[in-house]
């Protein structure tokens, strides 16, 4: 059944009352060039088996993480996530609210966020965090603006070793802000015109690295630390970066209660110090009490929001990963401390595991000593090569480093390796069969 | 009523020698309601004339202050960052924004007395 809101005389009444003869002028903006002057050129409708087949057949050229022994990592990591929380998750009270402007109806999914938030703060070691954001990249690029915003200040120290779609979503959000942002490796001296230094931690290579001394010089200058963690799940394991003395903090949050979702929906944390809670976007649920003093739950600081402020908005996101954050909050809360804690010392174990035993290989040289659950090898061919070798064999061997730096050809024989707590022993006997095979 | 000017952004303006103390109208905070936060500018910021300065938020809204006149700001009002509420209870007096040690004492010229501004107000 079509539904047709609006007869001729409707859309006639309304296009004599804007001065219009025809739709088609409002599309005058639109030069010819780029109109379709015929219909689409999609296949005439089909049955649902027929459907049925064609995209299972498409399906069938993928090769599923989970498929085969995989140790891919860089930004996206494969983490067991417990059924309980695709049950919970589908729970129809769940199911409705987007973004909870009316909090009298919508106290659970408030409090959900209000709970998110605390997990967030927590694992992050800082004082408050927001409602989410799209991803870890994004949250980025919104830290960077947000630094800027709180110094003052237009120049921006990011780091060379931070993941390249980190460094792209920066460079894309901020390229009408007039920032001056210099990538480099290793990190200069900051001054009193810098508004932020951006490291990652562990950085894309694995490597893991302490952070104080480098957050006390930011503090001398008046710039702010700005930390991205593309593996939540180092949090568990890794000093966290409030305690070392981190000003924003952005994680990709997917790792914990999220699959990885070909890529996206993923899910952004952004946590800071109380001090600047003002100049941070994105939702905030706060708690408070109602008339009656019964505890209750709002979204909080909106004035600074695009809905109310527009063009001054504090920034223009004005939503969150809702959905992905309930996963993540679910698990987490399964998980408990202890638990976080475990999960990572077995991700990190069996990374250990796996270093160890490739480091066995002659070509293969482990580069990183300080790593969580990813460490980068020097290979004696060329990565890229490898790779595709190795998947021959059904193993998924890692990302080369030329595929997120293909400028720099002094790293195609580098390979990054993630492994989590869903790689066995088995798979990594495998791997390195397989890759003793390929290299020799 | 005061020998305060007014601004037609809601503004008072207090003018001894050649520094401004401004901040905004009791007509101004009444219609905001609960001050919940005042940004201020920096000490030492050259301002403009209609530049804008300082953004006042409320539980209803958040909105901008403009420079009534031109000049450097000299001092601004600590006590709202701990106590914003403090622009409800005495907006045009202990509730000063910032304090603009004029550049051009004519842009005086433009500014309202209390009476003009009651009318205007009301307008």
Not at chain 1, 390 to 417: C, N, Q, T, Y
Request: glycine share 8%.
């Amino acid at each position: 059944m079509r539904y047709l809101p609006l007869g001729e005389a409707d859309r006639g009444a309304m296009m004599a009352r804007i001065g219009i003869t025809s739709v088609d002028d409002l599309f005058d903006g639109v030069p010819q060039s780029a109109r379709l002057t015929k219909p689409l050129d999609l296949p005439p409708g089909q049955g649902e088996l027929s459907v049925e087949r064609t995209i299972s057949r498409l399906a069938g050229k993928n090769r599923p993480m989970g498929s085969c022994p995989s140790f891919i990592g860089g930004g996206a990591y494969r983490h067991h996530v417990p059924a309980s929380v695709d049950h919970l998750i589908q729970r129809s009270e769940f199911l409705t609210a987007y973004t909870p402007y009316q909090p009298e109806i919508s106290q659970g999914t408030l409090q959900v966020l209000f709970e998110f938030q605390t997990q967030v703060a927590l694992i992050t070691g800082m004082d408050v965090a927001n409602a989410s954001m799209y991803d870890g990249a994004t949250a980025c690029a919104e830290a960077v603006m947000m630094a800027s915003r709180v110094t003052r200040r237009k120049h921006v120290v990011m780091s060379a070793n931070l993941h390249p779609h980190y460094r792209d979503s920066v460079l894309t959000a901020s390229q009408f802000l007039d920032l001056n942002i210099d990538v480099v490796e290793p990190l200069p001296e900051v001054d009193k015109e810098t508004a932020c230094v951006v490291v990652q931690n562990p950085d894309v290579f694995g490597r893991l690295r302490d952070l104080k001394v480098l957050s006390e010089a930011c503090h001398e200058v008046g710039a702010l630390l700005v930390v991205a963690v593309p593996e939540v799940v180092s949090l568990g394991a890794v000093k966290s970066p409030g305690e070392m003395g981190a000003d924003i903090v952005v994680c990709e949050g997917q790792g914990i209660g999220n699959g990885l979702n070909y890529g996206g929906p993923y899910l952004g944390l952004f946590a800071t110090r109380d001090k600047y809670v003002r100049q941070m976007p994105g939702r905030l649920c706060g708690e408070t009490v109602d008339a009656d003093g019964k505890r209750g739950y709002v979204l909080t600081l909106s004035a600074r929001e695009q809905h109310i402020r527009r063009e001054k908005a504090t920034s223009n996101i004005c939503t969150n990963s809702g959905l992905c954050a309930l996963a993540f909050s679910i698990h987490l809360s399964l998980l408990g401390e202890d638990g976080l804690k475990g999960l990572a010392m077995l991700n990190h174990q069996t990374a250990f595991k796996l270093a160890d035993k490739l480091s066995e290989i002659e070509g293969v040289e482990v580069l990183e000593k300080t790593f969580f659950n990813e460490f980068t090898l020097k290979l004696s061919r060329d990565a890229t090569q490898v790779v595709e070798d190795l998947l021959d064999k059904d193993i998924m061997g890692g990302v080369p480093a030329a595929r997120l730096f293909p400028e720099r050809s002094d790293m195609a024989d580098h390979l990054i390796v993630a492994a989590t707590e869903t790689n066995t022993d088995e798979d990594i006997q495998a791997f390195a069969s397989a890759l003793q095979e390929v290299l020799s | 009523m005061s020998d305060h000017k007014y601004s037609e952004d809601h503004e008072w303006i207090n003018v001894e020698g050649d520094i401004a103390t401004v901040g905004i109208s009791n007509f101004a905070q009444e219609q905001l309601g609960d001050v919940v936060f005042v940004d201020l500018p920096q000490v030492g910021a050259e301002v403009s004339k209609g530049d804008e300065v300082a953004v006042v938020e409320s539980v209803k809204a958040a909105s901008e202050i403009y420079a009534p006149l031109s000049g450097e700001i000299i001092a601004i009002n600590e006590v709202l960052n701990e106590t914003p509420e403090t622009v409800n209870a005495d907006a045009e007096n202990g509730g000063w924004f910032f304090k603009i040690k004029l550049a051009d004492e004519g842009e005086m010229d433009d500014l309202m007395d209390a009476e003009a501004y009651a009318a205007f107000a009301q307008g």
